[in-house]
Structures are given as structure tokens and as C-alpha cells.
């Protein structure tokens, strides 16, 4: 585990913050005894903060508040990319605001925090459990906070993001009861009657709920990468073994097959039932066993993704080696698995040992105009031709 810093006593970027959740953050962060700067399109007024009116969707006003937050603090130490719309009629603005802008506030603090001699930093995007699951009612909205976790997931296993020490990660929260979700009721949705249903299908959660969960991603420090999802009976990833009674939602989630049809058949009413405390440890243990199973899948697709990764760019090596060269070029096959072993250290891969006949045959398949020769202790690769 990277340790990188203690987030107290920083300086917090937050957009979007003049209500709902933005505001809930920003108060958070300031009990926290750091100092937060904010922007929004609406007017707010707080003297114990800074406060500078900025439309995320306009790239000058953008980066000229990001700017003057480091004129005044000298630096910025988290950004919080939280301003949002849900709009399906205006879906170019809302696209706009939701990843543009995510992406544009990304890039501007990491490109500050990487000048920062290493001390780096925290870049936390908001995004919404419709970046995870398809959600008929808003496309567009849906699409949005989707490309907020591929981008900010992606830039998490750049190299230079570790390397710098710099942290990305996203917190996609249930519906939660601010002003964005009263659009559910209009026209800023298709299918407004359906949206009222799914949303009432789900316990609406108070903002105190989402800041505990964005407090604990905040402390988290071994965070890059993470995608912290807050809903009403998870509370987020890691607490959520206190529930007694099942909600329909809750036992999707947990997927308890047999309570379930016993639901649908009509046997039973949700509200109306509770667990006996057996059966109900035995549905968690069997969550456990699958949360288990499905962190273990992740990490070894991420694994294998690194070793893609360092792979393809042993292939441009050699190429790249060979066409800069007049003469014919041989590599050591130990060289090279030093090399791959490095190149996947730094992607962040814990256990980069690697394995020098593997990496043989995986580049002669690669590269079939490579052959391999022993030489004494070494085995040598070299381009047929130059043979
Ligand atoms: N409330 C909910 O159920 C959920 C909200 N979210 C996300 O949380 C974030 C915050 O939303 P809420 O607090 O719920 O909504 P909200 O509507 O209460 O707050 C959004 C804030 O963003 C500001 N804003 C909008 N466009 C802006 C722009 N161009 N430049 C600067 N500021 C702008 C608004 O003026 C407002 O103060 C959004 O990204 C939203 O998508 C995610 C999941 C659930
Ligand atoms: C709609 C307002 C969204 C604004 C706030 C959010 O980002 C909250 C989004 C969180 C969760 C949405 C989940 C929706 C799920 C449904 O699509 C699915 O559970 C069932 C849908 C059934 C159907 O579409 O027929």
C-alpha cells in the first residue's frame, strides 16, 4: 500500500457547491479544518469560505478560477469535480457539464498537482450509481457519469499518476434528496412516470449520508482507482452488514434467489417479513463468498491488463531498437524480463515476478520473425534476418 499524505488541513476545490451535495462536501471539508474554494453558477455567501461564481462548461472561466484558487492558497491538494445537471431535453449541456467539465477540472489539477515536488494529491469525481447500470429514463444523463469512472479509472493506472503520487477515484451515490432529482418529475426525463416509480423502488438517502461515505474515500489512502458506490443499505463498500429487514432493492442486491421468488409469487410481503438471524447470516456469508469472487476477477483483469500493457510496449522496443539501428540488434532474454518486471512495477502491479521462458514464447508469438538462440547461460532474441 502507497502511503501518500494525511488529507487534513489541505486545500479543497470544490465545483458545483452553492447546495446539495457540493455544499454538504464543502462542510464537511471545512469542519475538517480545511480550506475549500468554490465555485458554481448560482450565487452563495459565506465568509469563512471562498467563494468565485464559474460555469464549469466554459473553459476560460474554468481555468481562470482554478487559477486564482492557487494565486490565493499557493496550491490545491483535492479536487472535488462535483457540479451537475440531469437535463435530457439540453442532453449536449448536460453532457457538458457532467464529463467535460470532469475531465477539464481533472486535467487542471493534475497538472498542477504534478508539479507539486511529489507531494500530489486527490482528485475525487462525482459520479452517480448511473455510471454503473443502464438507466432507461435519462440516456444521456446515464452515458455522462459513465465516461466520468472510464476516465478517471483509466488515468488512475497511468504511470505518471502513481508516480507523481496523485489519486483518482469516484463516488457514485443513490438517489439522494437534493434539487438535481426533482427533474425526475418533469419534462428534464423521458418517461417521467417511470422515473417517479424506480425512484420511489429506492429509499431516498439524506446527504449526510453521501458525506460520511465521501469522508471515508477522502481518508482512504490507498484509493487511486476506486469506485465508491453509496447507497442506502450499503451506506458505501465497506459498511453494510446491519440490515434486519429486506427491501426488495436490498435483496437484488444481495441476491437472495429464493426469498425473492417467494416475493414475486406474491407469498409474501417485503414489509412484513424478517429475517431469522441464521438465515440471515448465511445470505451475508454467501455475499461475502461473492463480493470475494468479484474482487478477485477485477484485480486479476487488471492484472492481466498490465501485462498486455507491458508487453505491447516490449514489442515497440524492439521494433523502435531495431529501426534506429544500422546494425543487426540482439537483445538478452534477461534484460528483457528485467525490463517487463520494471515496466509492470510501475503500473502498479504487486506481484511483478516474472517468469523469462513465459515471456519467450509470449513474444516469439508476438513476433514471428524473431528467433531465440542459447548462448551459454544467456538465450539471445534476434530478428531472423540479421541472422
Ligand atoms: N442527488 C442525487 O440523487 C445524486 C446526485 N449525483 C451527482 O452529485 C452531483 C451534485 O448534485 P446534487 O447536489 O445532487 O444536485 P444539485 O442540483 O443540488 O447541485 C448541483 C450544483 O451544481 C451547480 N451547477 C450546475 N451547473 C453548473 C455549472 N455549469 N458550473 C458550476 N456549477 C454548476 C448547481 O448550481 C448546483 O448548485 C452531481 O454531479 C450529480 O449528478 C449523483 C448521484 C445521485
Ligand atoms: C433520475 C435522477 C437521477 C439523478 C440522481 C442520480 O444520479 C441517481 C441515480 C441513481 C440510481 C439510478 C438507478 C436506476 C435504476 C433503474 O434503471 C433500474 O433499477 C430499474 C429500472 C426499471 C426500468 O427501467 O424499467
Given at each position: 500500500m502507497i502511503t501518500i499524505?494525511?488529507?487534513?488541513g489541505k486545500v479543497a476545490v470544490v465545483t458545483?457547491?452553492?447546495?446539495?451535495l457540493g455544499r454538504a462536501f464543502t462542510e464537511a471539508l471545512l469542519k475538517r479544518g480545511d480550506k475549500v474554494c468554490f465555485c458554481d453558477v448560482d450565487n452563495f455567501g459565506d465568509d469563512n469560505v471562498q467563494f468565485l461564481p464559474c460555469d464549469v462548461r466554459k473553459d476560460q472561466e474554468f481555468t481562470d478560477f482554478f487559477n486564482r484558487v492557487i494565486q490565493k492558497y499557493?496550491?490545491?491538494?483535492i479536487m472535488i469535480n462535483n457540479a451537475g445537471i440531469l437535463n435530457e431535453n439540453q442532453w449536449r449541456k448536460t453532457v457538458d457539464i457532467n464529463l467535460t467539465a470532469v475531465i477539464h477540472g481533472s486535467l487542471l489539477a493534475m497538472e498542477h498537482m504534478r508539479n507539486r515536488s511529489n507531494s500530489g494529491g486527490l482528485i475525487l469525481n462525482v459520479s452517480s450509481l448511473a455510471g454503473v447500470m443502464p438507466v432507461s429514463f435519462c440516456p444521456a444523463y446515464t452515458a455522462s457519469k459513465h465516461g466520468v469512472i472510464g476516465f478517471s479509472r483509466s488515468w488512475a493506472l497511468q504511470p505518471e499518476v502513481r508516480k507523481n503520487r496523485i489519486r483518482i477515484a469516484c463516488l457514485c451515490p443513490s438517489f439522494?434528496?437534493?434539487?438535481?432529482?426533482?427533474?425526475?418529475?418533469?419534462?428534464?426525463?423521458?418517461?417521467p412516470e417511470l422515473a417517479r416509480r424506480v425512484m420511489n423502488s429506492y429509499e431516498l438517502m439524506v446527504t449526510d449520508r453521501v458525506t460520511e461515505a465521501f469522508l471515508r474515500i477522502l481518508d482512504d489512502?490507498?484509493?487511486?482507482g476506486k469506485v465508491m458506490m453509496v447507497t442506502p443499505?450499503?451506506?458505501?463498500?465497506?459498511?453494510?452488514?446491519?440490515?434486519t429487514e429486506p427491501t426488495i432493492s436490498g435483496l437484488c442486491r444481495i441476491q437472495d434467489k429464493q426469498l425473492l421468488a417467494k416475493l414475486s409469487s406474491g407469498d409474501v410481503i417485503a414489509q412484513k417479513m424478517k429475517y431469522h438471524p441464521s438465515c440471515l447470516a448465511a445470505v451475508y456469508r454467501e455475499r461475502a463468498k461473492k463480493r470475494q469472487t468479484e474482487a478477485e476477477n477485477s484485480c486479476t483483469q487488471e492484472k492481466n491488463m498490465m501485462k498486455e500493457t507491458a508487453l505491447a510496449e516490449l514489442v515497440t522496443y524492439f521494433f523502435e531498437t531495431r529501426r534506429n539501428s544500422e546494425e543487426s540488434v540482439v537483445f538478452r532474454l534477461a534484460d528483457l524480463a528485467y525490463l517487463y518486471e520494471e515496466r509492470l512495477t510501475q503500473l502498479g502491479?504487486?506481484?511483478?515476478?516474472?517468469?523469462s521462458t513465459r515471456l519467450r514464447d509470449k513474444l516469439l508469438q508476438k513476433m514471428p520473425e524473431l528467433e531465440a538462440h542459447t548462448k551459454g547461460r544467456d538465450v539471445l532474441l534476434m530478428f531472423k534476418k540479421d541472422i
Amino acid at each position: 500500500m502507497i502511503t501518500i499524505f494525511n488529507m487534513t488541513g489541505k486545500v479543497a476545490v470544490v465545483t458545483g457547491a452553492a447546495r446539495g451535495l457540493g455544499r454538504a462536501f464543502t462542510e464537511a471539508l471545512l469542519k475538517r479544518g480545511d480550506k475549500v474554494c468554490f465555485c458554481d453558477v448560482d450565487n452563495f455567501g459565506d465568509d469563512n469560505v471562498q467563494f468565485l461564481p464559474c460555469d464549469v462548461r466554459k473553459d476560460q472561466e474554468f481555468t481562470d478560477f482554478f487559477n486564482r484558487v492557487i494565486q490565493k492558497y499557493n496550491t490545491v491538494d483535492i479536487m472535488i469535480n462535483n457540479a451537475g445537471i440531469l437535463n435530457e431535453n439540453q442532453w449536449r449541456k448536460t453532457v457538458d457539464i457532467n464529463l467535460t467539465a470532469v475531465i477539464h477540472g481533472s486535467l487542471l489539477a493534475m497538472e498542477h498537482m504534478r508539479n507539486r515536488s511529489n507531494s500530489g494529491g486527490l482528485i475525487l469525481n462525482v459520479s452517480s450509481l448511473a455510471g454503473v447500470m443502464p438507466v432507461s429514463f435519462c440516456p444521456a444523463y446515464t452515458a455522462s457519469k459513465h465516461g466520468v469512472i472510464g476516465f478517471s479509472r483509466s488515468w488512475a493506472l497511468q504511470p505518471e499518476v502513481r508516480k507523481n503520487r496523485i489519486r483518482i477515484a469516484c463516488l457514485c451515490p443513490s438517489f439522494t434528496d437534493t434539487d438535481i432529482i426533482k427533474g425526475t418529475y418533469d419534462s428534464r426525463v423521458h418517461g417521467p412516470e417511470l422515473a417517479r416509480r424506480v425512484m420511489n423502488s429506492y429509499e431516498l438517502m439524506v446527504t449526510d449520508r453521501v458525506t460520511e461515505a465521501f469522508l471515508r474515500i477522502l481518508d482512504d489512502l490507498d484509493n487511486n482507482g476506486k469506485v465508491m458506490m453509496v447507497t442506502p443499505t450499503r451506506g458505501n463498500d465497506n459498511d453494510n452488514d446491519n440490515e434486519t429487514e429486506p427491501t426488495i432493492s436490498g435483496l437484488c442486491r444481495i441476491q437472495d434467489k429464493q426469498l425473492l421468488a417467494k416475493l414475486s409469487s406474491g407469498d409474501v410481503i417485503a414489509q412484513k417479513m424478517k429475517y431469522h438471524p441464521s438465515c440471515l447470516a448465511a445470505v451475508y456469508r454467501e455475499r461475502a463468498k461473492k463480493r470475494q469472487t468479484e474482487a478477485e476477477n477485477s484485480c486479476t483483469q487488471e492484472k492481466n491488463m498490465m501485462k498486455e500493457t507491458a508487453l505491447a510496449e516490449l514489442v515497440t522496443y524492439f521494433f523502435e531498437t531495431r529501426r534506429n539501428s544500422e546494425e543487426s540488434v540482439v537483445f538478452r532474454l534477461a534484460d528483457l524480463a528485467y525490463l517487463y518486471e520494471e515496466r509492470l512495477t510501475q503500473l502498479g502491479s504487486s506481484s511483478a515476478q516474472v517468469h523469462s521462458t513465459r515471456l519467450r514464447d509470449k513474444l516469439l508469438q508476438k513476433m514471428p520473425e524473431l528467433e531465440a538462440h542459447t548462448k551459454g547461460r544467456d538465450v539471445l532474441l534476434m530478428f531472423k534476418k540479421d541472422i
